[in-house]
């Protein structure tokens, strides 16, 4: 196994050209520029170009090389606000900045499915681990300043960041998994719900919400991450028996299975 990264780091080397995959079967592509902050111009640019870019040269580096799996990244957001609307690999993209991002993202790692490459587009939902949006969520919470946000109505598919590296190890060991596939829990919540649980979970109560308006002002479009409906099924790996580590919001949290 070889692990690239964008920046110098310590078992880590910076990604070059085909020659760097000599040898390989298979290719994991993760790499993007974090979402979380302010969207302005210059960093919408960068998720963009991080991710669309990014993912047309590894796939340019694909040609000749002896690589015939391609697992690309992509998130929940291809589908937009889906409201009480339920989702699943099938259903057509959204609209909105994410959406496009993920369509544009998509489309670029597709294009190695001209080269033989089986090419698995992994739809990630809202991730839970002890990085990324939980290392700020989880601390408020345990000091008791959690609660719902916006109506708290709005459905949340969530996945464990095991799941999240379980299903992408499953892809590459099932030839029969490709296209896009739904990285997500078998059954999605409502906010309220993922706040009650996690209120529960740290044995605080939760009883400062956070008014839609006030998402709005403070956070602008990002806003949208955590006030759009997310209920989005995985159809495929459902259908073709992915072993859950976490299938539940509960054992998550709790981080025991």
């Known amino acids: 196994m070889v692990c690239f990264s964008r920046s110098a780091r310590e078992g880590f080397r910076t990604f ?17 520029e974090p979402i979380l902050g302010i969207w302005t111009a210059a960093r919408r640019k960068r998720i963009v170009a991080s991710r669309v870019e990014g993912t047309r040269r590894i796939v ?4 000749g090389t002896s690589v015939r799996t391609l697992i690309n990244a992509s998130a929940i957001g291809f589908y937009g606000d889906t409201g009480e609307e339920e989702v699943s690999e099938p259903s057509p993209a959204g609209r909105g900045f994410l959406a496009e991002t993920c369509q544009a993202w998509e489309s670029a790692a597709v294009a190695a499915e001209s080269l033989g490459v089986r090419v698995v587009r992994i739809r990630i939902g809202f991730v839970i681990g002890k990085g990324g949006a939980m290392a700020l969520i989880r601390p408020l919470f345990s000091f008791g300043a959690g609660g719902n946000l916006g109506s708290g109505q709005q459905w949340m598919s969530c996945v464990h960041v095991e799941d999240v590296a379980g299903m992408i190890l499953w892809a590459l060991a099932t030839p029969e998994v490709s296209g896009p596939l739904n990285a997500v829990m078998p059954k999605p919540v409502r906010n309220s719900e993922f706040t009650k649980t996690l209120a529960s979970t740290v044995r605080r109560p939760a009883i400062l919400p956070a008014p839609a308006f006030a998402l709005r002002l403070a956070l602008g479009d990002l806003s949208h991450v955590m006030l759009d409906s997310a209920r989005v099924r995985p159809s495929v790996a459902l259908q073709h028996g992915y072993p859950y580590r976490f299938p539940d919001l509960a054992s998550a949290l709790r981080g025991n299975p």
């Open 60 to 63: 340019e580096a694909l040609r």
């Open 16 to 32: 070059q050209g085909p020659r760097d995959l000599d040898g390989l079967d298979a290719v994991v592509n993760l790499a993007g």
